[in-house]
Nanobody, 123 residues
Framework: QVQLVESGGGLVQAGGSLRLSCAASGRTFNSHVMGWFRQAPGKEREFVAA????????YAAASVKGRFTISRDNAKNTVYLQMNSLKPEDTAVYYC????????????????WGQGTQITVSS
């Protein structure tokens, strides 16, 4: 069993930066793929980024690639999302996710989810 606890959300001006953290607990943590999703008001949840235990990363699209960086510290059982050059369209609730299966996680069907943390970017 894996539990995920997110932190780091808040209000930031356009062009600013935030770092989200997702602390994981569970004896199988090091075997999981972990990732971030986001859901803006009135929109479906969308994939942002994922990272394997080995450190291999995947980003969703040009909208976030080059601005966001996903990383993990296995010793601290924590995954991060560094968000730079933030734009108002990045405003959303951000969710941490974990699964054994990358394909399932990528498709939004991860077995484990955090509670979500709000990011609001003002113009």
């Amino acid at each position: 069993q894996v539990q995920l606890v997110e932190s780091g959300g808040g209000l930031v001006q356009a062009g600013g930066s935030l770092r989200l953290s997702c602390a994981a607990s569970g004896r199988t943590f090091n075997s999981h793929v972990m990732g971030w999703f986001r859901q803006a008001p009135g929109k479906e949840r969308e994939f942002v980024a994922a990272i394997r235990w080995s450190g291999i990363v995947t980003y969703a699209a040009a909208s976030v690639k080059g601005r966001f960086t996903i990383s993990r510290d296995n010793a601290k059982n924590t995954v991060y999302l560094q968000m730079n050059s933030l734009k108002p369209e990045d405003t959303a609730v951000y969710y941490c996710a974990a699964d054994y299966d990358y394909t399932k996680l990528r498709g939004g069907g991860a077995d484990y989810w955090g509670q979500g943390t709000q990011i609001t970017v003002s113009s």
